[in-house]
């Protein structure tokens, strides 16, 4: 079956402008996860989303950030007036539920150059 | 806060070469231990996991057992291949089961 996809791949943007990055789950999966990995560094966790609601936000880094998921599927991150130390790859996964013995599936990112 | 710490790479091997990469992991009570792979151009995938002490994962050759005496989860592998060339991450569940806490990822490259 199809897996977790995201849009775009790449962004590139400019410095003080707003970004919206989509993820679309795999059906079906209430749990919904969003990451950021720099250069050279494992993925660092954002937010995770049981169903429409943000049940743990604890790692966005500043009020820039915002994600939504107003029907419980897809998600969109906003980073609004973008700097260039946003530039990062920004993961998307999900999970059935979001219990402890669940797989998070991971989506390919998108990568994000801020100039 | 809880952490991952796994060696640096890169690691250069030959074929059929044993492999290790050790991590280590500090945190609250007795999370779930994951290894991630992630390909050269592909997404993260996960490879193995553990969920109590002295559980074994396994997959594709690949082995890691979850050591609560010394915070490990080294992963291991008899006989590596060129295919086997990637970007590996251990990572531990954390928060209340819903956040990956990653290490740094140990860069392995395989040579015929």
């Known amino acids: 079956g199809a897996g977790v996809s995201q849009t775009p791949s790449n962004k590139v943007t400019e410095k003080g402008k707003y970004v919206e990055l989509r993820c679309d789950p795999i059906?079906?999966?209430?749990?919904l996860y969003w990451y950021r990995q720099s250069l050279g560094q494992g993925p660092e966790f954002l937010i995770y989303f049981q169903g429409t609601g943000a049940a743990d936000d604890s790692g966005l880094p500043n009020d820039r950030f915002f994600a939504v998921r107003p029907e419980g599927s897809v998600s969109t991150l906003k980073i609004q007036r973008t700097e260039r130390g946003d530039s990062a790859v920004y993961l998307c996964?999900?999970?059935?539920?979001?219990?402890?013995?669940?797989?998070?599936?991971f989506g390919p990112g998108t990568r994000l150059l801020v100039l | 806060g809880d952490s991952v710490t796994q060696m640096e790479g890169p690691v250069t091997l030959s074929e059929e070469a044993f492999l290790t990469i050790n991590c280590t992991y500090t945190a609250t009570g007795y999370p779930s231990l994951f290894w991630y792979v992630q390909y050269p151009g592909e997404g993260l995938q996960l490879l193995l996991k553990a969920t109590k002490a002295d559980d074994k994962g396994s997959n594709k050759g690949f082995e890691a057992t979850y050591r609560k005496e010394t915070t490990s989860f080294h992963l291991e592998k008899g006989s590596v291949q060129v295919s086997d060339s990637a970007v590996y991450f251990c990572a531990l569940l954390s928060g209340g089961y819903n956040k990956l806490i990653f290490g740094a990822g140990t860069r392995l490259a395989v040579h015929p």
């Open positions: 996964a999900s999970s059935l539920s979001g219990t402890e013995q669940e797989t998070q599936y």
């Open positions: 059906s079906g999966h209430t749990a």
